[in-house]
């Protein structure tokens, strides 16, 4: 993410504990995907990239602060970067930092697959394709309290030791994306356009293909790019309009779909759980033991012990 050093990220197999030493720094990469990497940055108040020029050396990032820096970015009015915003770093940018919170800086981020970028912003601002190698026209935007609880959930996620669901991840990565591109041009007096009827009925086609695709592999690993790839748009657009017209994110509705053919065998207590949840799709025991509790309120354990009208009563 943001360095002056020309060597890799920094990596860790444990997240480090809070506050750093005053002289430390940390850049430390938690998930690596196709369409998001999400990294961690940490640099304590006496660490020398404070007097030096920082370069964006690793793509097109959001920034979620949460200290206090002064910024001065190379092209933009000078801030103060604070939690109540998200800020954008084009590749290639330089900017130099002051501090302001006694801890230093803590933030984390997510760099950006540069078409998946050129599509969110491309949405609302179909200009951005004059200009590749500077997507992000503003330095910050507004971060709404449900998208920073979203993006505080995700970097959780992908820190709690657990499996990780990469539809989940990759999906809540393209709705925080998605509500912070808007939130930039909304604070800056753009309106959303109103889709056309001809439109509206290409979303209904494509979020029929989408599911489609599913209903046919939704038993195997599959990934957001995949179905995308299959039915022949992009991430960032099926994500969208899945949501609009099927009223729940797609991940929640390959999640349903492979807990509900699961449940038929869940029941048969001469079939082992974990060869259920591998056969289903789901990473692991634990993924679908969670997942499970989460959608019907029962482990499916229980499915096990209780006869179906003691079930149905405890449902009731």
């Known amino acids: 993410?943001?360095?002056?050093?020309?060597?890799?990220?920094?990596?860790?197999?444990?997240?480090?504990?809070?506050?750093?030493?005053?002289?430390?720094?940390?850049?430390?990469?938690?998930?690596?995907?196709?369409?998001?990497?999400?990294?961690?940055?940490?640099?304590?108040?006496?660490?020398?990239?404070?007097?030096?020029?920082?370069?964006?050396?690793?793509?097109?990032?959001?920034?979620?602060?949460?200290?206090?820096?002064?910024?001065?970015?190379?092209?933009g009015a000078p801030m103060i970067s604070t939690p109540n915003q998200t800020n954008f770093y084009n590749l290639g940018e330089s900017y130099y930092r002051r501090v302001i919170s006694p801890e230093g800086e803590i933030s984390e981020y997510i760099l950006v697959e540069p078409s998946v970028l050129q599509d969110a912003i491309r949405s609302i601002d179909p200009s951005v394709q004059q200009r590749p190698d500077r997507p992000f026209r503003f330095t910050h935007a507004t971060c709404d309290s449900r998208t920073y609880l979203l993006q505080r959930m995700l970097f959780q996620h992908v820190n709690s030791g657990g499996p990780v669901d990469r539809v989940f991840l990759e999906e809540t990565a393209l709705r925080i994306l998605h509500n912070i591109v808007h939130a930039a041009y909304a604070m800056r007096g753009h309106k959303s356009r109103t889709p056309r009827e001809d439109t509206d009925r290409a979303h209904a086609d494509l979020a029929d293909a989408a599911r489609k695709y599913i209903a046919l592999h939704f038993r195997e690993p599959i990934r957001i790019d995949e179905i995308a790839r299959a039915i022949g748009t992009s991430m960032f657009h099926l994500c969208r309009v899945f949501h609009r017209r099927t009223g729940m994110p797609l991940h929640r509705f390959l999640s349903r779909m492979r807990l509900r053919a699961a449940l038929e065998c869940a029941t048969d207590s001469r079939r082992d759980l974990t060869g259920i949840a591998l056969d289903h799709g789901f990473a692991s025991h634990s993924h679908f033991t969670d997942s499970f509790r989460r959608e019907f309120g029962i482990p499916p354990s229980s499915l096990r012990k209780l006869d179906s009208a003691a079930l149905a009563r405890k449902l009731f």
Not at 28 to 37: K, L, N, P, S
Not at 53 to 73: A, S
Request: proline share 9%; net charge positive; aromatic share 12%.
């Open 1 to 75: 993410m943001r360095q002056t050093f020309s060597g890799s990220l920094r990596t860790a197999p444990k997240a480090r504990p809070l506050p750093l030493g005053p002289a430390e720094w940390i850049n430390r990469i938690v998930y690596r995907g196709t369409a998001f990497t999400l990294g961690e940055w940490r640099c304590g108040p006496k660490h020398r990239l404070w007097s030096e020029e920082n370069y964006i050396r690793d793509g097109h990032n959001l920034v979620f602060p949460r200290t206090c820096v002064y910024i001065r970015p190379e092209s």
